[in-house]
Every structure is written in C-alpha cells, then in structure tokens.
C-alpha cells in the first residue's frame, strides 16, 4: 500500500519535472528522512533527470570531510532510467524496490549506506586479518581505523588526521559565528569547509 501511494507522488513529482517533454529541466524534491542507522545531519530527496528519463532516490551527507571539493558526500543512491521515459510501471518497481532497501541500509566502513551481506563482510575480515597480520618494512598494508569517538572500524578520517566514522561525525553540532564550523572531538580544529 506504501508503495503505490509512493509511486502516486512520485508520478505527480514527475508531472511537475517537465511540462514539456522536450525539456532538459529535472526537478528534486527533499524528503523528510532525518536519521538513517544512527547518521543524522543527511539530506535526502527524489528527483527526475534527463528529459524524464531517469528517476533517483539520494541520501547526501549534510557535512563536508574533503577540503577540495564543495559536494557534500553522497552516501546512497537508488536510480532507475528507461530510455523510453520512466513510466507508471518503472515507478510503482522503483517505490516498491526502495521502500523494501531502506529499512536494511546500515552505514558501512567506506562511509556510504548499504544492505550488509554476511559472505562479503566474513571475507572482507578474513582478508582482514591475514594481510594486517604482516610485518614487512617493504609492504605497508591499509589498515582499516578506529573511530576516536565510538570505535567502531571506519575509513574515514579528519582533515587533521583523527579516525572518526560518518555516524559519529554527523553527530557533532556546529558552531562558529555563521554556524559552518565543525570542531574536531580531538583536537578542536574546524572539520566542516564551506
């Protein structure tokens, strides 16, 4: 039932992308998800592209961890694109696939959501451990960090050099006169670019 009333406002929101089907124009439109598995500061929304053509379900990161760039992280992203046109039956397919996905998305050591799969994450940690196991002065190994606030195993870091995961960094308020500063749970030096 969900599903179809999704794909009901989803093909209104399609309506309004491009009353003139020859137009490039798309149209976004923000969903009041506010929390996924504990990351909160996330925006996420619909939109339609390209003509009509392609439809997305986005969840961005509402903090910045990269200096050079001035997107903020996309951390899921569900699309569906017919060259024909998104049609009623690729919507109600594209509600019911997404409605299914969203409940299981857990946040994942490369800081982006996912649907955990128990065979890839036993063999990411079999891998894991042989290879940080090796001592070797010529071979340096990635290791995989731990988050300086929960310890929780993360690939993310601080543009000052401190471990911290994605959940745990969108838990963090800003501060600062115009409210864009982020301060490090380490060092206090400001981890959110404008």
């Known amino acids: 039932m969900n599903a179809q009333k999704l794909a009901i406002t989803l093909g209104l929101l399609k309506e309004k992308a491009c009353g003139d089907s020859d137009s490039d124009r798309g149209v976004k439109m923000r969903v009041p998800i506010v929390e996924i598995d504990g990351v909160k500061n996330i925006e996420c929304y619909f939109e339609f592209y390209q003509k009509k053509k392609g439809l997305s379900f986005d969840v961005k990161a509402d903090f910045k961890y990269d200096g050079e760039n001035d997107e903020t992280p996309t951390m899921y992203i569900k699309a569906k694109y017919n060259n024909d046109g998104i049609n009623k039956a690729d919507i109600l397919a594209f509600s019911q696939e997404l ?96």
């Open 99 to 194: 409605l299914h996905e969203l409940p299981k998305l857990r946040l994942g050591i490369s800081g982006g959501f996912g649907i955990p799969d128990n065979e890839s994450e036993s063999m990411r940690a079999a891998f894991e451990d042989i290879f940080t196991s090796i001592e070797c002065e010529t071979l340096k190994i990635n290791k995989t960090l731990t988050c300086s606030v929960c310890y929780e195993k993360t690939d993310t870091k601080t543009p000052c050099d401190h471990a911290l995961c994605n959940r745990c960094w969108s838990k963090i308020g800003r501060c600062g006169e115009d409210n864009n500063e982020i301060a490090c749970p380490l060092c206090r030096e400001n981890i959110y670019y404008v």
